[in-house]
Nanobody, 117 residues
Framework: QVRLVESGGGSVQPGGSLRLSCATSGFAFQFYTIAWYRQAPGTPREWVASIDLVGEPTYNDTVKGRFTISRDDAEDTAFLQMNDLKSEDTAIYYC???????????WGQGIQVTVSS
């Protein structure tokens, strides 16, 4: 019954913005570190950003300064604000929730982000 559902993806021109949402249910969201990953065709899955239990974010250098990860524990939802999008940001983006004490790791189904002119 664990669910992580991404939304907010789509197509945008270079320099544009998108805001991804990850709506979750079925687990104790507030006790999980939330991360976004992405995978472009023919490439390995890449970590994008994480946010810990107290809201401390970390970012892959490829998106630092352009993307912002956040979480709303009252709504069990995480977000990824993506600004100044580039063609190389094109990928399927996945939401991930991890709680290391219990070795729990949940994944969303992924959502397409396409950046092209």
């Amino acid at each position: 019954q664990v669910r992580l559902v991404e939304s907010g993806g789509g197509s945008v021109q270079p320099g544009g913005s998108l805001r991804l949402s990850c709506a979750t249910s079925g687990f104790a969201f507030q006790f999980y570190t939330i991360a976004w990953y992405r995978q472009a065709p023919g490439t390995p899955r890449e970590w994008v950003a994480s946010i810990d239990l107290v809201g401390e974010p970390t970012y892959n250098d490829t998106v630092k300064g352009r993307f912002t990860i956040s979480r709303d524990d009252a709504e069990d939802t995480a977000f990824l604000q993506m600004n100044d999008l580039k063609s190389e940001d094109t990928a399927i983006y996945y939401c991930n929730a991890e709680q290391t004490k219990w070795a729990r790791n949940f994944w969303g189904q992924g959502i397409q982000v396409t950046v092209s002119s």
